[in-house]
């Protein structure tokens, strides 16, 4: 069983609708992280949270919405997507952020597809 | 030029058989190295780090060649289990441990 979970693990959303994108990690971890990504395409980095505060928003798209409550749980809050951003989105969390000989760990991630 | 490149293969290989590919990284300052897994729809998985004398688990050995800046991944005795797209990782540079993924190498073994 994974250290860190993510639901929904399918999510099919319309262009106006919102909803949100859950994942708690079972690690002790403190950094935790949003992930895009696209067929055929390297890992996006999209937010990284670290003892709860974002440390880094990549260029990310303002309807694309994070927040991190605690160190176990993360959200990213959609709404008004594009069919473009139909993709993977996987959550992982790592012992510190960034740190030298960690390892970051995934969750099984949210398949979204918007129509 | 891209962090990390990868030959997105296919690699169609029989049961048995060895394949090897490789990752070309772009920063000569990276320092850690690693190889993830990912099955098909699955979230990636460390395979294994990639150590700068070489490293091998069980069937599968890792190598860095920090000269032409390119680390390798080698599967003897290949399995159906072994199908998976294998990603690239390393790190940013000289302390900066951000990692950057490369786009995957697809493996295929067939019976």
């Known amino acids: 069983e994974t250290g860190v979970t993510q639901t929904p693990r399918h999510l099919v959303m319309g262009m106006t609708n919102k909803k949100s994108l859950k994942c708690e990690q079972h690690?002790?971890?403190?950094?935790m992280y949003w992930y895009k990504q696209s067929a055929k395409k390297p890992l996006e980095l999209m937010f990284v949270?670290?003892?709860?505060?974002?440390?880094e928003n990549n260029s990310v798209p303002s309807r694309f919405s994070p927040e991190c409550p605690n160190s176990s749980h993360l959200f990213l809050h959609l709404h008004t997507l594009q069919p473009e951003d139909s993709a993977l989105y996987l959550c992982?969390?790592?012992?510190?952020?960034?740190?030298?000989?960690?390892?970051?760990?995934f969750g099984e991630g949210s398949w979204l597809t918007v129509v | 030029r891209k962090e990390v490149e990868q030959d997105p293969g296919p690699f169609n290989v029989p049961e048995g058989a060895t394949v090897a590919f490789n990752c070309t990284y772009s920063?000569?300052?990276?320092?850690?190295f690693f190889w993830y897994r990912q099955d098909c729809r699955k979230e990636p998985k460390l395979l294994m780090s990639?150590?700068?004398s070489g490293n091998e688990d069980g069937r599968f050995t890792a190598q860095l060649n920090r000269a032409s800046q390119y680390i390798s991944l080698l599967i003897r005795d290949s399995k159906l289990s072994d199908s998976a797209t294998y990603l690239c990782?390393?790190?940013?540079?000289?302390?900066?441990?951000?990692?950057?993924f490369g786009a995957g190498t697809t493996v295929t073994v067939r019976a």
């Open positions: 992982a969390s790592s012992q510190e952020y960034w740190a030298g000989g960690n390892t970051i760990y």
């Open positions: 690690l002790g971890h403190n950094a």
């Open positions: 949270y670290s003892l709860e505060e974002r440390v």
């Open positions: 920063n000569s300052a990276s320092q850690s």
């Open positions: 990639v150590y700068s």
């Open positions: 990782v390393v790190n940013s540079g000289a302390n900066d441990y951000k990692l950057s």
